[in-house]
């Protein structure tokens, strides 16, 4: 019933905070908005940051820029494993998690910008178009969340995870999968693909927070809710670069 494709938000995860919880104060889904929009600021800020060490016109490309940026992933990686398994301290976690991404998304769009000026304000303006857009949609019940619906996104996004295992394996030794990542047809098909599977998670997504509301489940689930939504939409954010890059490029 509750099971969804974004590992942040997995089954029975609020079934079983509210098994454990005693407390009168629950979670709400306005709490987790606010708690989102906190998180969001975060990744800006550290965004902010390493975007400015990133200017090769004014001869200012710091060399601290690719450390904070493999920095900022695998610190990212780490505070997210952390965060899932550990909820009740998603709050600090979930807050690191923010900030490390926003590291690596700042020197990664600032680099793609400089190449392709223009694409971070396009990237940026097709998530938050697209976030707008699902929400619309969900809260009208254009698209109904039933166990079919989550099974097959669940199924689309353990594919897409498994491609990406397989390109960084693959380029570990020096090789590289050919076409889906290129700027051909399929490469740019294959990016469309994966945007549509991220935004079928944000419907998921919605859906969990929503449910895990109605149950009453303990108020730190706003935060662990809140860095589920932030895990699909930097996926999205980052889609939205790849497809643009490789438009730009052709």
């Known amino acids: 019933m509750f099971r969804t494709a974004n590992p942040a938000l997995n089954e029975n995860i609020f079934t079983r905070a509210t098994e454990e919880s005693y407390a009168t104060d629950t979670m709400t889904v306005g709490g987790t908005v606010n708690k989102t929009a906190f998180f969001l600021l975060l990744t800006v800020l550290a965004a902010a940051f390493t ?3 990133w200017d090769p016109t004014a001869g200012t490309v710091s060399p601290m820029l690719m ?5 900022g992933a695998i610190g990212g990686l780490v505070f997210a494993l952390i ?3 550990v909820k009740k301290w998603a709050a600090i976690t979930g807050s690191a998690y923010a900030i490390c991404e926003g590291l690596l998304l700042g020197g990664l769009s600032s ?5 392709y000026p223009g694409i971070v304000i396009q990237a940026v303006g097709l998530t938050f178009g697209t976030l707008a857009l ?5 809260k009208t019940g254009i698209i109904k969340v039933t166990d079919k619906f989550r099974m097959g996104v669940f199924a689309a996004t353990g594919a897409i995870f498994l491609i990406y295992l397989a390109t960084f394996i693959v380029h570990l030794f020096g090789g590289t999968i050919p076409y889906i990542h290129g700027n051909g047809w399929i490469g740019i098909g294959f990016s469309l693909l994966v945007i549509v599977i991220a935004t079928l998670n ?4 919605f859906d969990f927070i929503e449910r895990g509301s109605a149950m009453g489940a303990p108020k730190y689930m706003e935060w662990y809710g809140a860095f589920g939504l932030m895990v699909t939409l930097i996926w999205l954010y980052i889609e939205f670069l790849r497809l643009l890059a490789k438009l730009r490029s052709r």
């Open 202 to 205: 944000l419907v998921l997504d």
């Open 67 to 71: 450390p904070l940026m493999i920095g």
């Open 134 to 138: 699902i929400l619309t949609i969900y």
């Open 83 to 85: 965060t899932i398994f």
């Open 51 to 53: 975007w400015r060490l």
């Open 111 to 115: 680099i793609l910008n400089f190449a």
